[in-house]
């Protein structure tokens, strides 16, 4: 088995990331609208990446004896879920209010700049 071009790799970030946004009808339309999709999208793919990387090392040291693939994809399942929890829902806020695109942008550079 070859490792994959670093290319190639962070390519199934953004593919990720892109299908968690469109889950979120709303973000996904407004970060479209305002033209802010890909640059959210590299900001949430180099996010996940440098997750998904930090969850496979603490797994491996954690394990050491387990596959590196079954790591691998396990790192990822926790890496997914911790940036979930981080988006905006797809369900609109009780109170009626449209999301924020502001603070949703704010919210993620601020999470990557400080990780």
Do not use: C
Request: charged fraction near 30%; glycine fraction near 2%; hydrophobic fraction near 35%.
């Amino acid at each position: 088995m070859h490792p994959m071009p670093v290319k190639e790799t962070h390519m199934q970030y953004k593919t990720i990331m892109l299908e968690l946004l469109r889950e979120r009808t709303e973000l996904h339309e407004q970060l479209r609208q305002t033209r802010q999709l890909l640059p959210m999208l590299e900001t949430l793919a180099e996010e996940l990446k440098t997750s998904h990387d930090a969850w496979k090392k603490t797994l491996a040291q954690a394990k050491p004896d387990s596959d590196p693939s079954q790591i691998a994809a396990e790192a990822l399942e926790m890496a997914l879920r911790d940036l979930e929890e981080r988006l905006p829902s797809s369900t609109p806020p009780e109170d009626g209010e449209p999301l924020s695109l502001d603070a949703a942008m704010a919210f993620v550079r601020n999470r990557t700049s400080n990780g």
